[in-house]
């Protein structure tokens, strides 16, 4: 459906406002929510992310479309909302404890939405006791972790560590990313993923899923 193309290419473009109108249309003409989603949504996110990788589009573009994409999703959650199988899986995100850095987290975010996740955005500062609490509540597929400051990115060993105390790591997957974060912090931690970049973030969820289900 021609309405399909024309939202991923406004979300390519940026255009929050085109997003959101043939959205619209797309409902009005029964288009199912699922579909404007993984058929309209998703791939224009994945050229965003392609794009991002090659380094034509930059932080405030990815910001821009991921708004153009979030405008079409604020119509879309509250019909995707009451079925989880309209998601590929569940993740609960966040900024770890003593960290108030959010934008790598926010794009990670909103690419993981775009890419057909079911987002949990628990902020910034966020303490191991709430991340194991969110974990046991929604019970996602995957946590990710964010930290921008060496003094703080040890707090994601703490919460790795948590999480096996409460018998729940082996249920998840956890990914860690931020400026001061190594592959080889990420293994010596017990994660089990490490993202330089959202794009790979997203890459990174998909094979994690799919080696789950």
């Known amino acids: 459906m021609i309405e399909l193309n024309d939202i991923s290419q406004a979300v390519i473009e940026g255009n ?22 993984h058929k309209g949504l998703v791939p224009g996110m994945d050229v965003v992310g392609q794009k ?23 119509i879309l959650r509250p019909k995707l909302a009451t079925d989880a199988a309209n998601y590929k899986a569940t993740v609960v ?35 191991t006791e709430k991340v194991v609490e969110a974990v046991k509540l929604n019970k996602p597929a995957i946590l990710g972790l964010s930290a921008l400051l060496t003094t703080t990115m040890t707090n994601m060993k703490d919460i790795i560590e948590a999480l096996e105390k409460e018998g729940l790591k082996d249920s998840l997957k956890v990914i860690v990313g931020g400026a001061p974060i190594t592959e080889e912090f990420a293994k010596s931690i017990g994660a089990d993923g ?20």
């Open 16 to 37: 929050a406002k085109k997003a959101k109108e043939l959205t619209l249309i797309a409902i009005e003409k029964n288009v199912p929510p699922e579909t404007i989603l």
């Open 52 to 74: 991002f990788k090659n380094n034509e589009y930059y932080v405030p573009e990815v910001l821009i479309a991921a708004r153009a994409m979030n405008a079409a999703l604020d």
């Open 93 to 127: 995100i966040c900024t770890v404890k003593g960290d108030l850095h959010d934008i790598g987290k926010n794009i990670a975010a909103m690419m993981l939405e775009g890419a057909g996740f079911r987002v949990i955005d628990l902020g910034i500062a966020v303490p």
């Open 194 to 213: 490490y993202a330089p970049d959202a794009t790979i973030g997203v890459q990174i969820a998909n094979a994690l899923i799919q080696g789950i289900s």
